[in-house]
């Protein structure tokens, strides 16, 4: 019997939003509401054969695969860019769009400061977007409520993702500038995509469809 495609995927609402595109792909996800405090979730796949599935933080989804604990997962590419793993990033699922910005208090321009004091969850993002506009900033690694760090003069300014704007608006604070694009990706470890190449193959061309699918529906 072969060993089972193992998926890594980030609980929240990535994985609530993952749902649709992987039971068009032949995963149901639905068993894993069912049972919230199992760690391992096995099913079947048609065509594809055993799979078991790992509910993972977000931040743990890419070093489960890049160490091959996971043949596959979904992460955004926001942390792809902090953590920059080995693995394959093949396909954009198209979900949890939001955007990587710069933020901060109207009246405070980071980019005119010498040396800006940033808070972020995403320190090597933020170390390079300042650095390629000639800044050496001071990076303040926070884990939460990042938004507070301007209000208390803390920092200067912010760096993290931004979905509606509505938590910067309501407390006073505006983009200062986008830095790319963020969305959900699956990702893949390289020895799999050898070892277990028809399932892992399948699984992409599946998803590669269901993708497809939802951006050409009304």
Not at 43 to 48: D, I, S
Not at 100 to 119: K, W
Not at 127 to 138: E, I, N, Q, Y
């Amino acid at each position: 019997m072969s060993a089972p495609l193992r998926i890594g995927l980030p609980k929240g609402r990535i994985l609530d939003d993952a749902g649709e595109l992987f039971r068009a792909a032949g995963v149901d996800l639905a068993p894993l509401r069912a049972d919230k405090r199992r760690l391992i979730h096995p099913l079947e796949a048609e065509g594809l054969g055993p799979v078991e599935v790992l509910v993972l933080r977000a931040s743990d989804v890419a070093p489960y695969v890049e160490h091959g604990a996971c043949a596959v997962g979904v992460v955004g590419n926001d942390t792809l860019e902090e953590q920059q793993p080995d693995v394959l990033w093949p396909l954009d699922l198209g979900i949890g769009r939001c955007r990587m910005c710069v933020a901060g208090l109207p009246g405070v321009d980071p980019f005119s400061l010498e040396q800006p004091r940033i808070a972020t969850k995403y320190g090597r993002v933020a170390k390079a977007h300042f650095s390629a506009r000639g800044l050496d900033a001071h990076i303040i690694e926070l884990s939460g409520a990042i938004e507070l760090a301007p209000l208390v003069g803390l920092a200067d300014a912010i760096v993290d993702i931004v979905e509606t704007g509505e938590t910067l608006r309501q407390n006073g604070l505006v983009v200062h500038e986008p830095i790319f694009d963020v969305s959900a990706r699956l990702v893949v470890n390289r020895a799999a995509l050898r070892l277990q190449m028809a399932a892992v193959r399948g699984l992409l061309e599946r998803l590669e469809a269901a993708v497809a699918a939802r951006e050409e529906a009304p």
